[in-house]
């Protein structure tokens, strides 16, 4: 299976003078776990994940100043669309990330997660469990 199979085409695209609690209300508005963070100054692409919103609102930093520019990771891993779904845990795993913009060229087209991957795997994997257990 691809990662064209798994990834959500919704991509929230904000951009970097977004405050955490702005790119918290559109995430949440689309149920997503992830923004990409478009700076269009100098072209590049990033990934504001709920994660960075809790850290910074946990540590008693306000969501109201702070900016996606300050908590976006920018040193991010990109997926095309052709990966396998097992190319992608592999590079979240070694990341330790889970969440991969997937690019088409140069243009994100959709995100992928740890949970996309596994609701690809898990009704595979569940029926190949059932039937052991039918069979045994």
């Not at 790119?23 to 590049?44: F, P, Q």
């Not at 976006?72 to 669309?81: E, G, I, L, R």
């Amino acid at each position: 299976m691809l990662v064209r199979d798994a990834m959500s085409t919704v991509v929230l695209t904000i951009g970097p003078a977004h405050t955490l609690r702005q790119a918290a209300r559109l995430m949440a508005a689309r149920r997503i776990g992830a923004a990409v963070v478009l700076d269009s100054d100098t072209w590049g692409l990033g990934i504001l994940t709920e994660r960075d919103i809790l850290n910074a609102v946990g540590t008693g930093l306000d969501p109201d100043v702070e900016t996606a520019h300050d908590h976006t990771t920018t040193d991010v891993v990109f997926a095309t669309p052709e990966w396998t779904l097992e190319d992608a845990a592999s590079a979240m795993v070694h990341g330790g990330f889970r969440h991969l913009i997937v690019l088409d060229g140069r243009e994100p087209v959709g995100i992928v997660s740890v949970r996309d991957i596994i609701r690809c795997w898990a009704p595979a994997r569940a029926g190949a469990g059932a039937q052991g257990v039918l069979a045994g």
